[in-house]
């Protein structure tokens, strides 16, 4: 697993965050934990050498510190993209919500495909901030290709393999040797640079 892309997971309903944990690791996201709330995700934070780079963070979590609060606090602290997560969509709650300037807002019930879409955004606009778009040029067959717009599409490895008609082996050896071939570490790194040069 990459530890360069780097997520934690501010959820209190155990369920969903297990659900979340899951599909992202399949996809190759490094989760560097689940917090319930915010002294959990702080000290999640803290123990780790590196900060991680988003945070998924329901609004409505358990303690005194709820998740707008907490994302506001770790995007001081560490600079992460935010994701929140929500079964609410009231004027006020967004109203707070967004004086964070989160990547998304996503309301519950979501489906996998939107929440992998505002991941792969939250890392888009860490590359963005990180380093712009360099000169380079993609070396992709054009399975691979269509494997990468596929994932860039929020498509997890399982319904790239059931689209194609491929297996899910097959799917990740893809994403593998683009990755190798391409020298590049991560893959939402490689869907920016292809979102780039397109």
């Known amino acids: 697993m990459n530890e360069k892309d780097t997520v934690l997971i501010v959820e209190d309903e155990l369920i969903t965050a297990e659900r979340i944990s899951e599909l992202l690791a399949e996809e190759d996201y490094s989760i560097i934990g689940i917090a319930k709330d915010a002294i959990t995700a702080l000290r999640l934070c803290r123990e780790r050498e590196g900060p991680p780079q988003v945070i998924i963070c329901d609004i409505n979590i358990k303690g005194n510190v709820k998740g707008v609060e907490l994302a506001g ?3 001081k602290l560490y600079g992460c993209e935010i994701i929140f997560l929500t079964a609410y969509s009231d004027a006020k709650t967004l109203e707070s919500a967004f004086e964070t300037d989160p990547v998304m807002y996503v309301v519950k019930p979501y489906n996998d495909t ?3 879409v505002a991941v792969q955004m939250a890392f888009h606009r860490l590359f963005k901030k990180e380093k712009p778009a360099s000169t380079i040029k993609l070396d992709l067959t054009e399975r691979e290709k269509e494997v990468a717009v ?3 599409q929020g498509h997890s490895s399982k319904q790239i393999a059931r689209k194609l008609s491929i297996s899910i082996e097959t799917v990740k050896t893809h994403r593998r040797r683009m990755l190798h071939k391409n020298n590049i570490s991560s893959f939402p790194h ?7 040069l397109s």
């Not at 490689?190 to 780039?196: A, C, D, E, T």
């Open 73 to 75: 606090q770790l995007k």
């Open 150 to 152: 596929l994932v860039a």
């Open 190 to 196: 490689l869907v920016y640079l292809m979102n780039s």
């Open 114 to 116: 939107q929440l992998l």
